[in-house]
């Protein structure tokens, strides 16, 4: 009737213990805990008096937290995502404003004075993100865990939010962003992170998962299979790109399957390193005002406009699935699209 399963965050790399209660016409019950010995302690609980109307076990799903939701929610669904890390960020923003809030006493009203108190700390736009983090909690809440009857956060309107940004780094902001990166010894890898994300246009999350067995320096190529769209593509590593990575690999052991950019410092091949930190230092160092991690790929996006690339050439390289997406740069190839039509001119009509 009870069951343990051992639960470790590809994450954070922390380890859970989750209780499951089954029984026939009931709804299941669960619950996670930090360690053993109180995982074990509260399942002899529910074996010895199960679903008895005054019990913990039959209460607990009307006095469930909402940390508790988060409890079950990261090993099981968080870890899946293809860039956990924002949502993660979210979470612990959530926790420490309604961690210890009921379930049954979040409700519309309660999200929405969370979110006027957010919003003069951050954009619409980010704004948005944090209900939406929020908001898919909830949902595991109601129709995983059967905790709640509706997902409140879904009552909320979503902001208005302004056309896409399109911010990249100028020459000078690059110079100091890469000196700035090299410089930080404690991270090493954050140099080759941002010069693979200025080079190539990956997202964050494409490249933390990056392993040695995606990696081809012999043929200049990684190969990206975890990808937003669900759609596996080849990056080519050229110049910077490529050197950069060969060094790392000097440095960092080549063991096929393990990633290229594991947990600082000594932590197991599997576990993700989390580059926050280390960006907030080398940012503030290279003094880079209104620029976020994500702004690497509209960098590269930008760059390949400049340099004359097309938008579909640009879409297939950052891996749009949609030409809408790239549109956004369609004003950077205008130099380009005068010098290819005077070109037509000149040659059909002469000067």
């Given at each position: 009737?009870?069951?343990?399963?051992?639960?470790?965050?590809?994450?954070?790399?922390?380890?859970?213990?989750?209780?499951?209660?089954?029984?026939?016409?009931?709804?299941?019950?669960?619950?996670?805990?930090?360690?053993?010995?109180?995982?074990?302690?509260?399942?002899?609980?529910?074996?010895?008096?199960?679903?008895?109307?005054?019990?913990?076990?039959?209460?607990?799903?009307?006095?469930?937290?909402?940390?508790?939701?988060?409890?079950?929610?990261?090993?099981?669904?968080?870890?899946?995502?293809?860039?956990?890390?924002?949502?993660?960020?979210?979470?612990?923003?959530?926790?420490?404003?309604?961690?210890?809030?009921?379930?049954?006493?979040?409700?519309?009203?309660?999200?929405?004075?969370?979110?006027?108190?957010?919003?003069?700390?951050?954009?619409?736009?980010?704004?948005?993100?944090?209900?939406?983090?929020?908001?898919?909690?909830?949902?595991?809440?109601?129709?995983?865990?059967?905790?709640?009857?509706?997902?409140?956060?879904?009552?909320?309107?979503?902001?208005?939010?302004?056309?896409?940004?399109?911010?990249?780094?100028?020459?000078?902001?690059?110079?100091?962003?890469?000196?700035?990166?090299?410089?930080?010894?404690?991270?090493?890898?954050?140099?080759?992170?941002?010069?693979?994300?200025?080079?190539?246009?990956?997202?964050?999350?494409?490249?933390?998962?990056?392993?040695?067995?995606?990696?081809?320096?012999?043929?200049?190529?990684?190969?990206?299979?975890?990808?937003?769209?669900?759609?596996?593509?080849?990056?080519?590593?050229?110049?910077?790109s490529l050197d950069a990575l060969a060094n790392w690999s000097k440095v960092r052991p080549i063991i096929p399957n393990s990633l290229i950019f594991p947990a600082h410092p000594s932590a197991s091949h599997s576990q993700i390193f989390h580059l926050d930190h280390?960006?907030?230092?080398?940012?503030?160092?290279?003094?880079?005002?209104?620029?976020?991690?994500?702004?690497?790929?509209?960098?590269?996006?930008?760059?390949?406009?400049?340099?004359?690339?097309?938008?579909?050439?640009?879409?297939?390289?950052?891996?749009?699935?949609?030409?809408?997406?790239?549109?956004?740069?369609?004003?950077?190839?205008?130099?380009?699209?005068?010098?290819?039509?005077?070109?037509?001119?000149?040659?059909?009509?002469?000067?």
């Amino acid at each position: 009737m009870a069951t343990i399963s051992k639960r470790v965050s590809q994450i954070s790399g922390k380890i859970t213990w989750r209780v499951r209660i089954r029984r026939t016409g009931y709804p299941e019950v669960s619950k996670s805990f930090t360690r053993k010995t109180d995982a074990q302690r509260w399942a002899d609980q529910a074996a010895s008096n199960l679903f008895n109307e005054h019990s913990e076990i039959a209460l607990s799903s009307k006095n469930h937290l909402l940390k508790d939701v988060f409890r079950s929610y990261e090993p099981e669904i968080l870890q899946r995502l293809k860039d956990p890390y924002t949502r993660l960020k979210h979470l612990n923003f959530w926790e420490k404003e309604l961690g210890n809030t009921p379930l049954r006493s979040i409700n519309a009203n309660l999200i929405r004075a969370i979110r006027n108190k957010l919003r003069l700390r951050v954009s619409d736009s980010t704004t948005n993100r944090y209900i939406a983090s929020l908001s898919a909690a909830l949902t595991f809440a109601e129709r995983e865990l059967e905790w709640i009857d509706k997902n409140p956060a879904l009552k909320l309107k979503k902001l208005k939010e302004p056309p896409g940004r399109t911010r990249f780094l100028s020459s000078e902001e690059r110079a100091r962003l890469l000196k700035a990166s090299k410089s930080l010894t404690k991270y090493p890898e954050m140099n080759v992170i941002i010069i693979l994300a200025i080079t190539t246009g990956m997202r964050r999350g494409e490249i933390l998962k990056l392993r040695w067995v995606d990696c081809d320096l012999s043929s200049k190529r990684l190969i990206v299979r975890d990808t937003k769209n669900g759609e596996t593509r080849s990056v080519p590593l050229v110049g910077l790109s490529l050197d950069a990575l060969a060094n790392w690999s000097k440095v960092r052991p080549i063991i096929p399957n393990s990633l290229i950019f594991p947990a600082h410092p000594s932590a197991s091949h599997s576990q993700i390193f989390h580059l926050d930190h280390a960006w907030r230092l080398i940012k503030k160092d290279a003094d880079l005002e209104d620029f976020r991690f994500h702004d690497l790929r509209h960098t590269a996006a930008s760059y390949l406009a400049m340099s004359g690339a097309g938008l579909r050439e640009i879409g297939d390289i950052l891996g749009h699935k949609s030409i809408s997406m790239t549109m956004r740069y369609s004003h950077l190839t205008d130099d380009f699209k005068y010098k290819a039509i005077s070109r037509m001119v000149n040659t059909i009509f002469g000067d």
